[in-house]
């Protein structure tokens, strides 16, 4: 599938430059019997190098499903480049930021699908990768960032939010409509971890908006991130 990583990379060097795509070594592999996908950074709790990006599609004619998987775990790949230390990580939020990236990714991808060198086999799959991404934000559920209360709730959210996905998907679509309308403020989602609360021993949970909208990080989208982070933060 070196058509499509080609295609999805070239997107995300327009977004975030070359440099945030060529910091460190990485291997690209799918495994259709793994649980999920994953950005993996580790084996039996050791630290392994290169870092990899396992997909788990069920069939590689999915294409649809590849760049879907791929941008996601890239987007995380990404944002791992700012990070001092490589293993903190605000879940719930990453991943929502995630899912949101990879909405759009399909989106401009099926936009722009003659830009790929498999347009020359199929023409017109731009239009597949659009009703893919509508189907994929049109499946929501009650928000369940909105009804935390406390950083108890936020917790124990965070505990579950890759196998409770959809629980977070009105927060997601938020993201994915303001990647649209600010689109050259994307790359300052990268900066998060720069701005994270808490530490590795007891976790991370919120981000400091208040230093981030004050630093020189800042872009109109930090608010629309703000936006997500329950309001008891």
Partial sequence: MRQLIDFVCKLFIEIFGAGALSKEQCIIYNDASANCPMLVRECNHKLIHPICIRLNCSDLSYWAQFIFQ????LTHYVIRQYKVDKSAIIKWFEETICEAMSLYI???AGERWTECELASVKSSFGNSLVEYY????NTTAESALSNCKSLSDLKELDQCCESNRVARSIERNYLFDSFVSMPY???SLVYY??????DLSAGYYTVNFADWTSSSNYSPLVDCLQNIQPKFA
């Fill in 70 to 73: 791929f941008s996601h775990e």
């Fill in 106 to 108: 399909v989106k401009l």
């Fill in 134 to 137: 509508q189907n994929k934000y």
């Fill in 185 to 187: 403020s994307i790359q």
């Fill in 193 to 198: 971890p720069l701005f994270m609360r808490g």
